[in-house]
Nanobody
Framework: VQLQASGGGLVQVGGSLRLSCAAS????????VAWFRQAPGKEREFVAA????????YYADSVKGRFAISRDNAQNTAWLQMNSLKPEDTAVYYC???????????????????WGQGTLVTVSS
């Protein structure tokens, strides 16, 4: 499956952005989808993940209550709604997918086989 992330941009502190992850090549309904981010000089970190049918979701503590992950398998698309953005949310955001993800390893980038190209989010203060 090929993943295309989009929706990044420049936003002020407290603003919102909605990232999209469009899948092609295979039905996204077979894949767990996650978002990771990587800030300059830092390691890639988990942001959020969503199960096959959208009924289960996971969030990093740093984004709980501010970000929401969702998906529509009919559109082969997943989204990351980001609200109350902070300067520390500045990073390149990547969507990732994998058919099999062990629950205990949901937050590990090594659990995901397919990756999008990344979209830059910059939060200005």
């Amino acid at each position: 499956v090929q993943l295309q992330a989009s929706g990044g941009g420049l936003v002020q502190v407290g603003g919102s952005l909605r990232l999209s992850c469009a899948a092609s090549g295979r039905s996204s309904s077979r894949f767990v989808v996650a978002w990771f981010r990587q800030a300059p000089g830092k390691e890639r970190e988990f942001v959020a993940a969503i199960g096959l049918n959208g009924g289960t979701s996971y969030y990093a503590d740093s984004v709980k209550g501010r970000f929401a992950i969702s998906r529509d398998n009919a559109q082969n698309t997943a989204w990351l709604q980001m609200n109350s953005l902070k300067p520390e949310d500045t990073a390149v955001y990547y969507c990732a997918a994998s058919q099999t993800v062990i629950t205990s390893a949901t937050m590990q980038p090594e659990s995901y086989v397919h990756w999008g190209q990344g979209t830059l989010v910059t939060v200005s203060s």
